[in-house]
């Protein structure tokens, strides 16, 4: 036993197999001789149906669950408090001296290592400015004297930018800057004492004197050393560059012009401390001092996300622990080698990386809040101030901690948001609709194959007028799992399925020497509306590659009409522009609809086109309690065993009976009528709008152009109305019962649920009323052909 346990936790697959017997349905109306109907290549029903059902035991794929979540938010609020308590703003005062301080220092160690023997920061400044003098230095007035030329002179900047001004000066003698009214302004190079005479030396002097000269200058006045107008740095040097530009040298931020914005903030009034009157007691200059102590001070906001990261990755670590040990004790050393250390350690998996990004969401709402509420205190509302203030308190390094913990779970994210979509979808196709009508509106097993196989021709005319040989390659193999799907469901024994499908020839020759009745229209009707390369696979990303495709032929005009003379080319065309008018009456709508895109996708795409892939609870009213807890193929290989092979009676509402496809709306007449079925589960089968609407569509254009207008058949068109008439009150008498189970309904997701199938089936019922009112009119058109087929005997 411990030898197969152990097998089982290392197999990689597991193939269950289930042995189905199927008893005879005592709940179908009329005498049925099963195995004396059914035709010789459909399993009978006293044969076991073998469902093999292969369960893939994929690696675990964990998500974070409730306590997961509850601890990413715990963490979270915890290093945001540290932040609100201990971190704080980033302070722009003591970034300043900060940065002071350590810029001061390394002027003077640069100015020694380049020969300075002294330790006077203003000497060291005037030793580096005499050894590495910038040929823009001679327009100093030009450019704001003292305090302003080294921000509107762009050579002066300490960015990207300034060092290719720099650039541009040693090979154009020209400087670049703006004047005091935020224009552009140049100047032509005078004295070329630091411009250099040939291509190396202007490139030294571009580069090397302008680092050398950047560093004298980022400490001041060489007269007052570490105080004084300094450079400024990246930030602001690039906020000046931007604002020379046309398309923002004329806008305002707050009451100032944007040229004279920048030039308070690096001169140090804009951000400087007033009194009570407005006046200033201590400048700020926001230069590259500032901007230098601004990475000091991020660095302390590391402090919260630190302990945030650690916190919740420990909390991961005790809580799979715990589990672990609970799941294989531990009672010596040796035995934690038992462990599963993959469980354990908290990286690079999906659990913790979701608990990251809740953890540094959380951290970063609680600082935002936090920030948002000071910055509107200090600044006294909301003004240009504020944000200054808000962006100081803000934790950056905890803002971008959660954007790349978002990014790490960017695929987890739309994951999750693809599940919650597919399980909406799923509520509205929750339950398999194509329910069969047994008396009016099918076709016999013979004439299931010849349309499946017309079908099949229509596909094959269309791969070879293909030209581009992928598309032709993406059709092959499409064609070939439809056809596997069509065999399979129609739980063919083996010698049958290789002979399935019927050579053009054949189709040909069988409709030519068949008498013009309602069921070759039915198929011709099936095979206008038919539209291959409809998603069929299971792998999502196989038919997305359908998407791509169209038919390139239309082979049943161009050449079917042609080689068999029942069916004409204005047939077809009558059949596809009624559907048309049928779309538009049961819509009420305009609106053009794609021809049997629905139909064929829904009825077609669940089990190869069969009407008898119940869902295991209408299955169970339909042929008994028999098929409960049957699905898949065993499901439909139980149902054709059960009512197959036409033993149900031929005739009823004038049409021939059968069995094995239900077409013309025949399967939406079967949910509606004569089967059994509550009106609670028609509304639940008719929570798909799309699948009614294709039904009612095909339904009308039936009655229309084939029951009525070729057949004058005002009978059956009167029974199809009653029925739809009779059931439609039932169901919308449902609705409302329904509508208040949801009133009722304390669980939120099946509150949710229900919602969208009451909304969808009202939906539907719309168009089964207008469908009712309009076969209501045919039936009033010829009440006097009515009244005669109802007076006649034996009908």
């Known amino acids: 036993m411990d030898t197969l346990l152990e097998w089982l936790g290392k197999a990689d697959d597991l193939s269950i197999q289930y042995d189905a017997g199927i008893l005879k349905n005592q709940m179908l109306p009329g005498i049925i001789d099963l195995e004396e109907n059914l035709p010789a290549i459909i399993y009978p029903n006293t044969e076991n149906i073998r469902d093999v059902t292969d369960v893939v035991w994929d690696s675990e794929v964990c998500k974070a669950d409730r306590l997961d979540y ?34 001061n220092k390394f002027v003077t160690k640069v100015a020694k290592m380049q020969g300075y023997k002294g330790n006077d920061l203003s000497d060291a400044i005037k030793f580096m400015e005499d050894k590495f003098g910038l040929a823009a230095d001679q327009f100093t007035p030009e450019f704001g004297g003292g305090r302003q030329h080294h921000l509107r002179d762009f050579s002066h900047h300490f960015s990207l930018g300034g060092l290719l001004c720099s650039m541009f000066t040693q090979f154009s003698g020209l400087v670049i800057g703006t004047d005091t009214n935020g224009a552009f302004r140049i100047e032509k190079v005078k004295d070329t004492q630091f411009i250099g005479k040939n291509f190396e030396e202007k490139i030294l002097y571009g580069t090397v004197n302008w680092f050398f000269h950047m560093v004298s200058d980022m400490a001041g006045s060489n007269k007052n050393g570490g105080k004084g107008t300094g450079i400024p740095g990246p930030i ?57 102590g601004i990475l000091h001070e991020i660095g302390r906001q590391f402090i919260p996300v630190v302990i945030n990261e650690c916190l919740i990755r420990g909390l991961y670590f005790v809580r799979r622990l715990y589990n672990e040990l609970k799941e294989k004790p531990i009672h010596s050393i040796s035995d934690l080698q038992n462990l599963d250390a993959a469980k354990l350690l908290p990286f690079n998996n999906r659990i913790i990386k979701r608990m990251i990004t809740i953890a540094s ?70 339950y398999e609709k194509i329910i069969s009508d047994f008396s009016c509106l099918s076709l016999s097993y013979e004439q299931t194959r010849l349309l499946y196989s017309l079908e099949r021709i229509i596909i094959h005319e269309d791969i070879r007028s293909t030209k581009n040989m992928e598309d032709m390659s993406v059709k092959i193999d499409w064609l070939t799992a439809w056809q596997k799907e069509i065999v399979d469901g129609l739980s063919l024994i083996p010698e049958a399925k290789d002979s399935f499908f019927l050579s053009e020839s054949e189709v040909i020759q069988a409709i030519q020497t068949s008498p013009l009745e309602p069921w070759l229209y039915l198929i011709a ?59 538009r009456i049961v819509t009420g709508s305009n609106k053009s609809i794609i021809i049997g895109a629905v139909a064929t996708t829904v009825v077609v795409a669940a089990s190869g086109g069969l009407a008898f892939t119940f869902a295991p609870a209408i299955a169970a009213a339909i042929v008994g309690d028999a098929a409960a807890g049957l699905s898949g193929a065993a499901l439909v290989s139980y149902s054709l065993a059960a009512v197959g092979g036409g033993s149900l009676a031929a005739g009823g509402l004038g049409m021939a009976g059968g069995t094995a496809i239900i077409t013309g709306g025949g399967a939406l007449l079967g949910m509606l009528g004569g089967t059994g079925i509550s009106a609670a589960t028609t509304v639940g089968l008719l929570s798909d709008e799309g699948y009614v609407l294709s039904e009612c569509c095909k339904l009308l254009t039936f009655s229309k152009e084939i029951l ?88």
């Not at 959380?362 to 809040?369: E, L, N």
């Not at 003004?383 to 203030?389: I, R, S």
């Not at 038919?543 to 004409?568: A, P, R």
């Not at 019922?765 to 045919?778: D, P, Q, S, V």
Request: one cysteine or more.
């Open 708 to 795: 009525f207008g070729k057949y004058n058949d005002a009978r059956t068109i009167f029974s199809i109305q009653s029925k739809i008439e009779s059931r439609s009150l039932e169901v919308a008498n449902q609705i409302d019962v329904f509508d208040d189970l949801v009133d009722q309904e304390t669980d939120n997701e099946k509150k949710k649920e229900m919602k969208i199938k009451v909304k969808v089936a009202k939906k539907s019922l719309k168009y089964l009323n207008r469908t009712a009112t309009e076969l209501g009119k045919l039936v009033k058109s010829s009440d006097s052909i009515l009244t005669e087929q109802l007076l006649l005997p034996g009908q």
């Open 70 to 103: 509850i601890m990413a938010v715990c963490s979270g609020t915890i290093a945001g408090l540290v932040d609100v308590f201990f971190v704080g703003e980033l302070s722009l005062e003591r970034a300043n001296k900060w940065g002071t301080e350590e810029v």
């Open 525 to 583: 009707m099936e095979a206008v509306l038919f539209k291959p390369y409809y998603p069929i696979y299971a792998d999502p990303e196989k038919n997305k590659e359908l998407k791509k495709l169209k038919t390139t032929s239309d082979y049943l005009k161009e050449t079917f009409t042609k080689n068999q003379g029942n069916l004409s080319e204005k047939d077809l065309s009558g059949l596809e522009k009624g559907y048309k008018r049928s779309a």
């Open 361 to 430: 969401g959380t951290f970063t709402a609680i600082d935002a809040v936090d920030a948002a509420i000071r910055a509107a205190a200090a600044s006294k509302g909301i003004n240009p101030a504020f944000f200054v203030q808000f962006a100081v308190r803000i934790n950056i390094v905890g803002v971008g901690r959660f954007v790349i913990a978002c990014r790490a779970d960017a695929n987890f994210i739309t994951e999750d948001i693809k599940e919650a979509k597919e399980k909406r979808d799923k509520v509205k196709k929750e």
């Open 236 to 292: 602001v040097s690039l906020i000046k560059e931007l604002s020379a530009l046309p398309c923002f040298k004329d806008k305002q931020i707050g009451e100032y012009e944007f040229h004279v914005w920048v030039s308070k903030l690096f001169n140090g009034t804009l951000l400087a401390k007033r009194d009570e009157n407005g006046k200033i007691i201590e400048a700020l200059k926001f230069d590259l001092r500032t901007e230098i």
